[in-house]
C-alpha cells in the first residue's frame, strides 16, 4: 500500500510538474509579446512627439513674413529641424507643402503656392 501511494505521488508530482512548465512557458509567451508590443508603442510615441515640434517649426519658418515669396531651402529646413532629407519632406507633405517646380530645393505651403488651373 505505500509502495502504491508512493506511486502515485510521483505520478501526480510529473503532471504538476508538466503543468508548471506549461504555464511558464505560456506566461513567458505572453510578456515577451507584450513587451516587444510596450517598445513600439513607446518607440512610437516618442517618434510622433518629435514630429509635432518639428512640423511646428517647419510651419513657422514656411509662413515667416521675411520670406515674402514664402519659399524655404531644403536644406535650412532640415538644418532647422535636425531630420534627414527623407523625414524632412514627409513632414512637409503632412503639412501641405510642396516642392517648386522650378528649383527641386525650395519648399512652400500650398496655400502660398497653389498650382496654376489651366
Known sequence: MAD???????ANTE???????????????ILTIFGNVLAQCLKQWSLAKKDKHRK????EMLEDKRFPDHWRKLETLMHVIGANEETTK???LEL????????????????FHPFEKQ
Open 4 to 10: 502504491q501511494t508512493s506511486r502515485d505521488v510521483v
Open 15 to 29: 503532471h504538476f510538474t508538466a503543468i508548471i512548465g506549461l504555464v511558464g512557458v505560456v506566461l513567458g509567451s
Open 96 to 111: 501641405e507643402a510642396r516642392g517648386s517646380e522650378d528649383q527641386q530645393e525650395l519648399w512652400g505651403l500650398i496655400k
Open 90 to 92: 514627409r513632414l512637409l
Open 56 to 59: 511646428k517649426l517647419l510651419l
